[in-house]
């Protein structure tokens, strides 16, 4: 049996999938860094003008930039790969020690054909030895997603430690010996699998470990304080461990990104708008961050009071017409149980009866595909509404105005 390398992509949330990455095109210019082979550990010093790395490596180099983008697991922080020059906040530090890092394996194997029927997607299997009862508990059958007749064993617990002494040999006859004593007594024959991977992910050095969780200690808030910024917005830090809403999770990782390059954005804009600040030093230091801010601000305020709110989903209606097909702003929002102004909005421009539908939908994942699939609609950032968007959101605020203006000559 060979056992070759075999790589597998399965999109687990499809629906992220046609979230418009605005905030990632906006930043095509800045440095991607990624750790070499070689690589022994990372000396990050944040404290002074720029933030620095330097690869502690034969030849290493130094990478110097105005911002640093971190989103290594935390299964890497926790074990110290990065030393950070100075030390990071006592918090962030305490949240790192208290959050758990988990450790699930998996063996994936292509066949030759479907021996376990096309119809299945999971199917378990029980240990008589409790000791073991995490090996190869649960397989995934990835053919309607892979292309192919994909099936996955999932190792966890103390067995996923134990897998990773075994050699992938010996693994994968331990998981044949599992699937011919379940389907051999159905008449039905395990051929050998063609291709097969098996993973190591709390021995690798750029992960030790899978997934996060909330270890006996810790709570949701350390995810908030993983996710802070240090460093007056020189150090960022993205990854699942930083998603509070959707920990452990691809498109949790994947969110997180899309947030902190929104926050990357926002800060680069504030530091571009610095002399002209500085020419203001009457302002107080609020009146400084509305100037900045000023339009998404406006925007925001316009959503406090949205003609039609569903889960994530908000609408404002064009004010000049109550026709069914009249065009409607939409605002999804991103980030947690409560949306904040730190939370990142999405945008795209609906109709007045599309809203209505939407509304009726359950669940913000399902609405979303309903977006794409039924209407066409791909959500972008404030700045990709174009002339239509931003003259609708003009429109909206002028009526809101004028029925401002009305309640106070009421009032007189």
């Not at 063609?194 to 969780?213: A, E, L, N």
């Not at 939370?343 to 939407?358: N, V």
Request: glycine share 10%; net charge neutral.
């Amino acid at each position: 049996m060979s056992i070759r390398s075999l790589r597998i992509h399965k999109n687990e949330c499809s629906w992220i999938g046609i979230l418009q990455t605005w905030n990632m095109q906006m930043l095509r210019c800045y440095l991607t860094f990624q750790w070499r082979s070689g690589t022994k550990m990372i000396h990050m010093r944040w404290a002074e003008t720029t933030a620095s790395f330097l690869e502690e490596m034969e030849g290493g180099q130094v990478f110097r930039g105005d911002m640093v983008l971190c989103t290594v697991p935390l299964g890497v922080l926790k074990r110290g790969s990065i030393e950070f020059v100075p030390e990071l906040p006592q918090p962030k530090k305490e949240a790192i020690q208290r959050l758990g890092f988990g450790l699930l394996n998996k063996v994936a194997m292509l066949f030759p054909y479907d021996f376990w029927g096309g119809g299945i997607d999971t199917f378990g299997h029980l240990s008589e030895d409790s000791s073991m009862r995490g090996e190869f508990f649960l397989f995934y059958s990835y053919s309607s997603v892979a292309g192919g007749p994909l099936l996955i064993a999932l190792v966890a617990g103390e067995s996923a430690i134990k897998f990773e002494t075994r050699s992938p040999v010996d693994a994968v006859g331990r998981v044949m010996d599992i699937l011919k004593r379940i389907f051999t007594p159905k008449g039905i024959v395990v051929p050998n699998p063609v291709q097969v991977v098996c993973t190591r992910w709390g021995k690798d050095r750029f992960t030790y470990g899978s997934y996060s969780y909330v270890a006996v200690g810790a709570s949701g808030d350390d995810y908030d304080v993983l996710a802070e910024s240090v460093g007056d917005g020189k150090v960022f830090f993205a990854g699942e461990a930083t998603n509070r809403r959707y920990p452990a999770t691809m498109h949790g990782a994947f969110l997180s990104g899309l947030r902190e390059a929104a926050n990357i954005l926002r800060v680069a804009n504030r530091r571009s708008l610095a002399p002209l600040e500085a020419n203001a030093k009457s302002l107080t230091p609020l009146e400084k961050t509305n100037s900045v801010i000023q339009n998404g601000q406006e925007l925001d305020e316009l959503f406090e009071t949205p003609d039609l709110s569903f889960g994530s989903f908000s609408v404002l209606f064009d004010p000049r017409s109550v026709d069914i097909d009249s065009t409607s702003l939409l605002r999804v929002g991103f980030g947690g149980e409560k949306l904040e102004s730190g939370s990142l909005f999405l945008y795209g421009l609906i109709s007045r009866k599309q809203a209505m539908e939407l509304s009726k939908v359950d669940g913000d994942g399902n609405r979303v595909r309903v977006l794409n699939r039924n209407y066409g609609v791909r959500l972008v950032g404030r700045s990709a509404l174009g002339s239509v968007g931003e003259s609708l959101i003009s429109y909206i605020k002028s009526a809101r105005i004028s029925c401002k203006g009305g309640e106070i000559m009421e009032d007189k």
